[in-house]
């Protein structure tokens, strides 16, 4: 099976600016899980979607949202971006959500 | 609130010695707990659970409830095993991790 693929993998946007980033789970997967990781506070967890629900959120600002497709392709949105919003979002999938979680590589943003 | 804390952030080894990754937690609940690691410029993946008590490239972790730690060792330690180890948390049936800052765990020669 192919793995969890994310894109762009590198991404540069100015402050203000709005950014979409795609994630394509695991065949199979219904649940798709993002985290950004920065080298201050490591990896945090953003949120979880389930067939297309959002079933759990991390303690980030509203201007970070998601959503997943009925394929359970999942993207995520940052509105009005800032310099500390620098970083790499991680996506990871599950079969249901509780079980084992498989990372894709990450897309690298940096704002600048 | 859930945590999890790595008190190394380097540990240096030689090649056969013993390794132990230190990883303690907090959780009011039942959690599962997993070590990830992060080989160099390779995506972040899982290195073992506890639910499976299995041991993946020699490496086991025991859960010890009483002292809330899932520490990670392996008798002698490979030059292949450098690379960034992440202990995490799991309450629930959701796919909610709560990650450790890591360790980066270095075997020289």
């Known amino acids: 099976k192919a793995g969890v693929t994310q894109t762009p993998r590198y991404l540069i946007k100015t402050r203000g600016q709005q950014v979409t980033l795609s994630c394509s789970p695991i065949?199979?997967?219904?649940?798709v899980s993002w985290y950004q990781q920065t080298p201050g506070q490591g990896l945090q967890f953003l949120f979880e979607?389930?067939?297309?629900?959002?079933?759990n959120k991390g303690n980030f600002p509203g201007r970070f949202s998601g959503r997943q497709f009925s394929n359970s392709r999942s993207e995520m949105n940052v509105s009005t971006l800032e310099l500390g919003d620098s970083a790499l979002y991680l996506c990871?999938?599950?079969?249901?959500?509780?079980?084992?979680?498989?990372f894709g590589p990450g897309t690298r943003l940096t704002v600048l | 609130a859930q945590r999890v804390t790595q008190p190394e952030k380097l540990l240096s080894v030689f090649k056969g010695a013993p390794v132990e990754l230190k990883c303690n937690y907090s959780?009011?609940?039942?959690?599962?707990l997993f070590w990830y690691v992060q080989y160099s410029r390779q995506r972040l993946q899982l290195l073992l659970r506890?639910?499976s008590r299995e041991s993946i490239k020699g490496f086991t972790a025991d859960l010890n409830k009483g002292e809330t730690s899932f520490h990670l060792k392996k008798p002698f330690a490979q030059e292949e095993d450098s690379a960034m180890y992440y202990c995490?948390?799991?309450?629930?049936?959701?796919?909610?991790?709560?990650f450790g800052k890591g360790t980066m765990l270095l075997v020289s020669p």
């Open positions: 959780y009011s609940g039942s959690p599962e």
């Open positions: 065949s199979g997967h219904r649940s």
């Open positions: 990871a999938s599950s079969l249901e959500g509780g079980d084992t979680q498989y």
């Open positions: 506890h639910i």
């Open positions: 995490a948390l799991s309450g629930g049936g959701y796919s909610t991790l709560t």
């Open positions: 979607y389930f067939s297309e629900t959002q079933r």
